[in-house]
C-alpha cells in the first residue's frame, strides 16, 4: 500500500494578497501569528456563523484576537485551538468540511475497498476499473496484482481431507501458500477465459477480493475524522484498512497539525 497526499486546502493567491493588505494595516501577519491555511479557513468558517463580520474581515479582524492568545480554556495552543476544540465537542463540525484532503491510494485490495466505499458522505472516490485495464499475464499491467492478508502469514496447516487443488501442497504447509496458490489459479482462469474471447468486464468475474486497485480519493476532515475513529487500529477494523486509516491521519496531520488533538479523540 502506498498513500500520497496529492492536495489539500489552502487560501488562494488573491485571498493571501488581501489579506497581506489587511493584516498590514492592523500591524500583524498570519504567519506570524502561528496559522495555517487550514486553520484559517477552519476560523472564518466558525466565526461566520456566529459573527456580525463579513467572511472576509474574520482574519483581519478576529485572527489576532484568536491566533494570537493562548487558549482559555487551559489547554494547548492557541484560542483559536480552544474554538476548535469547542467546535468538534458540539457537534457544530460542518464547520470543518470546508476543509479537503485529496489522496493517491495504490496497491490495495479490492476487499479494503468494499469497506472504504462504504463512508460516502464527505467523500469522493476515482477507481482503476477492470472492466477498462486488462490484467492478463501478456497485458501492459503484467496481470493481477494482489494484496496478501495478514493473518495468512506465519500460519502451518495440515490438510484433513483431499482434493485435487491441494494435491500440489505438502502434507503440511503454510497458509501464505494456499493463499498464493489460490491466486495462481485466479490468474490461470482469467487468462484462459481471455483467450477464450470473454470480454475483460466478464472474465473479471473469476478475480478474487484480493486483486489490487489504484484509486484517488478525496475528503474533507470531518468525513476523515469519521473514517478514522471507525477503522483506526485496535477498534475491530480488518488490518489493511486500519493502516490506510494510519496512513491518512499520518498525511493529514503533517500540512496541518492541529488536527492531531481530533484524530487522538475520535470516537464512533
Request: some cysteine; aromatic content about 8%.
Amino acid at each position: 500500500m502506498n498513500v500520497t497526499l496529492m492536495a489539500h486546502t489552502q487560501l488562494s493567491d488573491d485571498f493571501h494578497s488581501y489579506l497581506s493588505g489587511k493584516l498590514d494595516e492592523i500591524d500583524t501577519d498570519l504567519q506570524i501569528l502561528g496559522a495555517s491555511d487550514g486553520q484559517a479557513v477552519a476560523l472564518t468558517a466558525i466565526r461566520t456563523c456566529y459573527s456580525p463580520n463579513k467572511p472576509t474581515e474574520v482574519i483581519p479582524k478576529e485572527g489576532g484576537k484568536y491566533f494570537g492568545k493562548q487558549a482559555s480554556d487551559g489547554g494547548k495552543g492557541s484560542d483559536a485551538d480552544r474554538l476548535f476544540r469547542h467546535i468538534v465537542k458540539s457537534g457544530h463540525t460542518s464547520t470543518l468540511e470546508h476543509i479537503s484532503f485529496t489522496f493517491a491510494i495504490e496497491g490495495v485490495s479490492r476487499a479494503l475497498l468494499a469497506q472504504l466505499t462504504r463512508h460516502r458522505v464527505g467523500f469522493s472516490f476515482s477507481v482503476q476499473s477492470q472492466r477498462y485495464v486488462k490484467l492478463g499475464s501478456e497485458n501492459k499491467s503484467g496481470g493481477m496484482n494482489y494484496v496478501v492478508p495478514e493473518k495468512t502469514r506465519h500460519k502451518t496447516y495440515k490438510p484433513n481431507f483431499k482434493s485435487e487443488s491441494m494435491a500440489r501442497l505438502d502434507t503440511e504447509t503454510s497458509a501464505e501458500d494456499i493463499f498464493e496458490s489460490a491466486m495462481e489459479e485466479a490468474q490461470f482462469y482469467y487468462d484462459w477465459l481471455r483467450e477464450a474471447g470473454v470480454p475483460p468486464e466478464d472474465a473479471r468475474a473469476v478475480l478474487p477480493n484480493a486483486t489490487a486497485c489504484n484509486l484517488v480519493m478525496t475528503a474533507n476532515l470531518t468525513a476523515l475524522l469519521s473514517f478514522y475513529a471507525k477503522r483506526r487500529k485496535g477498534n475491530g477494523a480488518q488490518s489493511e484498512i486500519a493502516d490506510l486509516a494510519e496512513s491518512v491521519r499520518a498525511a493529514v496531520t503533517e500540512v496541518e497539525p492541529w488536527t492531531e488533538q481530533f484524530f487522538e479523540g475520535a470516537t464512533q
